[in-house]
């Protein structure tokens, strides 16, 4: 390709993928809107839904940098608990953490200040920690649960990311993962490689100013193993009861597994 990403070496990508994200952080949301025609919204809702919040829970959302996921946890969250409320049970609340991890600072910054834009700047449960998803600074069985979403594709070692997924996680823990997969579906499916290697990019360009970012993003999706492929590697990293659901034809997949 133009920008010769398959050369690069293997330790050298992720201060590339940094730099992707460092210049893409400030024109994030709206990029994500025009390229997924708002769908992205709806994607998290159903990611999180899978999750099934509950008060009290240590979740960690990693590569979760703008807080996408991490807000709707904590929504799903202080529904159930306003319920609660209702009913007469209280004060375990207070006790939910919802971590979130990415490497890139400032990532992490746009997701600090929606939180503070949403009136969350003083929500105690929200923890942001920048830190690599291939070497995660949390406990062995400390956590309820574990979403990535739109991050897994672009790591250097896929293996490595689902086995610190499997050791954080406590005994009966779920693991989410949101990621854009492989359309399969014949005429959708030359709909979609236009749309991907020719819209895109030419998106990128004109509201980002970046057509490379965008160009490699659609290479990298291409890269990432397929839905089958993706939920073997799941498995094979611990998880049981391994599926995965295919949102829009594949354009977007939900993988889940369990620690039992
Ligand atoms: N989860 C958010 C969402 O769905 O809107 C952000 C997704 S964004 C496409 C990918 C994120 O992955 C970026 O914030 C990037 O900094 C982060 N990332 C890339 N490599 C990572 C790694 N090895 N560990 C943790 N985060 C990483």
């Not at 050369?7 to 992707?20: C, M, N, R, T």
């Not at 990311?161 to 030359?190: N, T």
Request: glycine share 10%; proline share 2%.
């Amino acid at each position: 390709t133009s920008f010769g990403f398959k050369q690069v070496q293997e330790d050298e990508k992720s201060k590339l993928v940094g730099g992707v994200f460092s210049s893409v952080a400030s024109s994030y949301d709206l990029m994500n809107d025009m390229m997924s025609a708002g769908l992205h919204r709806l994607w998290k809702d159903r990611l999180v839904s899978k999750l099934h919040p509950f008060p009290g829970m240590k979740h960690l959302d990693v590569a979760g940098g703008t807080g996408d996921v991490a807000f709707r946890v904590l929504e799903s969250i202080t529904s159930v608990s306003d319920r609660a409320l209702q009913e007469g049970l209280s004060g375990i609340e207070d006790e939910t953490k919802i971590f979130v991890c990415d490497i890139n600072p400032n990532m992490l910054n746009v997701g600090k200040k929606r939180a503070v834009e949403k009136g969350l700047g003083e929500d105690c449960s929200l923890h942001w920690v920048e830190g690599d998803a291939e070497a995660l600074s949390f406990a062995d069985g400390s956590m309820d649960g574990y979403t990535i979403a739109f991050g897994i594709r672009n790591v250097t070692h896929i293996e490595k990311v689902l086995s610190e997924a499997y050791r954080v996680l406590k005994r009966g823990g779920r693991f989410l993962c949101l990621e854009l997969s492989h359309v399969e579906l014949p005429v959708f499916k030359q709909i979609y490689d236009y749309y991907s290697f020719s819209i895109i990019p030419a998106m990128g360009e004109f509201l980002a100013g970046d057509r490379d970012s965008y160009q490699y993003l659609v290479e990298s999706i291409r890269r990432f193993p397929n839905q089958e492929t993706f939920a073997r590697m799941i498995l094979d990293a611990g998880f049981q009861k391994v599926e995965y659901e295919n949102l829009v034809g594949g354009v977007v997949a939900i993988h889940s597994g369990l620690k039992l």
